[in-house]
């Protein structure tokens, strides 16, 4: 049995790294043009790429779909991760995504903590939000937001998403 399941994680590896390497490729060889869901929203360019692990655009892909509601627009799907990404750059928080994502004191990420995320793959869809966010793009554009949750919380709320489905607020705040 544990020799199936090493298999499986093997080829699933594969598969994600094949994955990117050819969305890598194709948006090296096509200018991607993007539009905000709001008018007051401005999705920045990306900044020249960088180098990352897979396993980061995994783990960033893995936590957006599951932090975001039904039916987020990529926009506000790419703020979840901004906001990981804003913590590992921070000085007040780990400095991995994979140990922002687990940090125990206080718990952020409660599909981590609840292991609900344990048995979610991350769509190709979320991979690409993943890499962008990687290769530099923003759409907070603020490095300061560094809390997401139901509720306001830190200095200031920066930027609101509501779900019309759940009926939820999200709050983006520094």
């Known amino acids: 049995m544990i020799g199936w399941a090493i298999v499986a994680g093997a080829l699933f590896v594969l598969v994600l790294t094949l994955a990117l390497c050819k969305v890598s490729a194709e948006s090296s060889a096509a200018a991607v043009e993007y539009k905000p869901a709001m008018e007051e929203t401005t999705i920045h360019p990306p900044e020249p790429t960088t180098e990352y692990a897979y396993m980061d655009a995994y783990l960033l892909a893995k936590i957006m779909q599951a932090e975001a509601g039904v039916d987020w627009p990529d ?6 991760g901004e906001v990981v990404l804003n913590r590992v750059a921070s000085s007040d928080f780990p400095d991995t995504i994979h140990d922002v994502l687990h940090q125990v004191d206080p718990v952020q990420y409660e599909p981590v903590h609840t292991g609900a995320w344990e048995s979610m793959e991350p769509d190709e869809d979320y ?3 993943a890499q962008r966010l990687l290769d530099g793009e923003r759409v907070l554009n603020n490095p300061d937001v560094v809390w997401q949750a139901l509720f306001p919380q830190g200095d200031r709320t920066v930027l609101t998403y509501h779900d019309n489905v759940l009926g939820t607020t999200t709050y983006f705040c520094e």
């Open 75 to 80: 926009w506000a799907v790419m703020c979840i």
């Open 127 to 129: 991979i690409d939000l």
